[in-house]
C-alpha cells in the first residue's frame, strides 16, 4: 500500500509539471545549460531587435498587443519604444529610469526607490542572462522542442507582491533570450516577444541618454 501512494505521489508530481507548461520537460543537466547560458551572455555587448509585448488582463476579454522596438547595451542600459497602438518610452540607463508618454515624461532614480531598483535589476538581469544568479528568485529549467523555459520564482517579499513568477524563453540553438513572461499573483500577465534581433552590432549611446 505504502509502495502504491509513492507510485501514485511520482505520477501526480510528473503530471503537473508536464502540464504546467505543455511541451516541456524539466531538464535533468541544469549544470550544463547554466555554463552555455552565462557563456552565450558574456559574448553579447548589445543586442538590438523588434518586441512583441501581450497583456492579459482578468477583467478584459480581448489581450493589449502593443509592438516597437527594443535596444540593450551590457553596460545596465535598455531602451523600449513602443510605437504600437501607441507611442511610449522607457529608458534604463544604470540607476536612471526615464519614461515617456504622449501627455508626460518623467525621470525617475532606481537609487532612491527600492522597488524601482528591483523592477531595473530583473529587467537588465533577464536580458543579459544573470537572472539565474540572483539571490532574489528560485529558479527551475525545463527543456522544449525548440526552447529552454527558465522559471524564476520570486523568494524576496516585496518582489512576491509583484509576480507570482517569471519565464524566461532561451533558444537552444543560440542561447539567446527570446522572450519573457511575467506572471502576477492576480492571474493577470505580461509576455515580450524579441523578434529579428542582431547581436553586438554598434548601438549610438544617444538612444539611451536622460536629459
Known amino acids: 500500500m505504502r509502495n502504491l501512494v509513492l507510485i501514485c505521489t511520482l505520477l501526480l ?32 555587448n548589445s543586442i538590438k531587435c523588434d518586441f512583441m509585448q501581450e497583456k492579459n488582463l482578468s477583467l478584459l476579454a480581448d489581450k493589449i498587443v502593443s509592438k516597437g ?23 534604463i540607463n544604470g540607476d536612471n529610469i526615464y519614461v515617456k508618454d504622449s501627455q508626460k515624461e518623467n ?3 532606481a537609487k532612491s526607490n527600492k522597488l524601482f531598483q528591483q523592477i531595473n535589476k530583473i529587467i537588465i538581469d533577464c536580458v543579459n542572462g544573470q537572472a539565474l544568479e540572483s539571490n532574489d528568485f528560485t529558479s527551475r529549467i ?14 524576496n517579499k516585496n518582489l512576491k507582491i509583484l509576480f507570482k ?20 499573483p492576480s492571474g493577470d500577465n505580461t509576455i515580450i516577444h524579441f523578434n529579428n534581433r542582431q547581436l553586438n552590432t554598434i548601438i549610438p549611446d544617444a538612444l539611451f541618454a536622460i536629459h
Open 165 to 184: 513568477n517569471i519565464n524566461v524563453m532561451v533558444e537552444k540553438k543560440s542561447y539567446g533570450v527570446t522572450g519573457i513572461e511575467m506572471h502576477e
Open 69 to 91: 522596438k527594443f535596444w540593450f547595451s551590457k553596460e545596465s542600459r535598455v531602451r523600449m519604444e513602443y510605437n504600437q497602438p501607441f507611442q511610449y518610452l522607457m529608458i
Open 107 to 109: 525621470k525617475i532614480s
Open 13 to 44: 508530481t510528473a503530471f503537473h509539471i508536464r502540464a504546467q507548461y505543455p511541451g516541456y520537460t524539466v531538464l535533468k543537466d541544469a549544470n550544463t545549460f547554466k555554463l552555455a547560458f552565462a557563456t552565450a551572455s558574456q559574448k553579447t
Open 142 to 155: 525545463f527543456e522544449g522542442k525548440e526552447n529552454y523555459l527558465v522559471e524564476l520564482t520570486p523568494v
